[in-house]
């Protein structure tokens, strides 16, 4: 399954974006997203790439202690799409965001080109 990050943008420090993560599923073969972990990452400037958010088949989620309180993941399995709310964005926010299943994250594999996210003091 591909996913595709999209919804971001340039906002002003203590505004909102919702990103969302949209799983493409080949009509010829079956679908692991409804059971897929899936994550949000992101990458500043000059910075390695870091996690943000999970969210597993059953619902579970863990955040970033950065983003604890502010952002919020959630998932559509009838849609095929994960989003992030993000609140009371912070310039130190700024960075591309990426979605991808935490399987693949953990082999740095199949990123896909991510969504900027621009926050303006």
């Known amino acids: 399954v591909q996913l595709q990050a999209s919804g971001g943008g340039l906002v002003q420090a203590g505004g909102s974006l919702r990103l969302s993560c949209e799983a493409s599923v080949s009509a010829t073969s079956g679908s692991t997203f409804s059971i897929d972990a899936i994550g949000w990452y992101r990458q500043a400037p000059g910075k390695q790439r870091e996690l943000v958010a999970t969210?597993?088949?059953?619902?579970?989620?863990n955040y970033a202690n950065s983003v604890k309180g502010r952002f919020a993941i959630s998932r559509d399995t009838a849609k095929n799409t994960v989003y992030l709310q993000m609140n009371a964005l912070k310039p130190e926010d700024t960075a591309v965001y990426y979605c991808n299943t935490v399987f693949r994250a953990a082999l740095d594999a199949d990123w896909g080109q991510g969504t900027q996210v621009t926050v303006s003091s």
């Open positions: 969210i597993g088949s059953g619902g579970s989620r």
